[in-house]
Nanobody, 126 residues
Framework: QLQLVESGGGLVQPGGSLRLSCAAS????????IGWFRQAPGKEREGVSCISSRGDSTSFADSVKGRFTISRDNAKNTVYLQMNSPKPEDTAVYYC???????????????????WGQGTPVTVSS
């Protein structure tokens, strides 16, 4: 099975930056589309961003467009989520997940992701 491990979370100030990493263990990410999701306290999980297996297509939730970027380095078996100018409402546990279906990943449809990491918490506060 594909094992995913998130890292890079922590405390960040509004207007700062933070980079989250999603690393695969025991498998390569070359043929998987990777999405980022988040869940804030008391709220349902929501999609944040997706990058296709080749890295040629990306998608973002409206709430993070223009602030977050997503990238991948298949040679390092890692996908990154760059959080620029984070806001307090970005506070959540962030999860990465893998899907074999490009369209479903870009659409940030959680049920179509077969493998999930355990999450890394992000807190945006002064």
């Amino acid at each position: 099975q594909l094992q995913l491990v998130e890292s890079g979370g922590g405390l960040v100030q509004p207007g700062g930056s933070l980079r989250l990493s999603c690393a695969a263990s025991g498998f390569t990410l070359d043929y998987y589309n990777i999405g980022w999701f988040r869940q804030a306290p008391g709220k349902e999980r929501e999609g944040v961003s997706c990058i296709s297996s080749r890295g040629d297509s990306t998608s973002f939730a409206d709430s993070v467009k223009g602030r977050f970027t997503i990238s991948r380095d298949n040679a390092k078996n890692t996908v990154y989520l760059q959080m620029n100018s984070p806001k307090p409402e970005d506070t959540a546990v962030y999860y990465c997940a893998a899907s074999p279906l490009k369209s479903q990943c870009l659409g940030l449809r959680g049920p179509y992701f077969s493998s999930w990491g355990q999450g890394t918490p992000v807190t945006v506060s002064s």
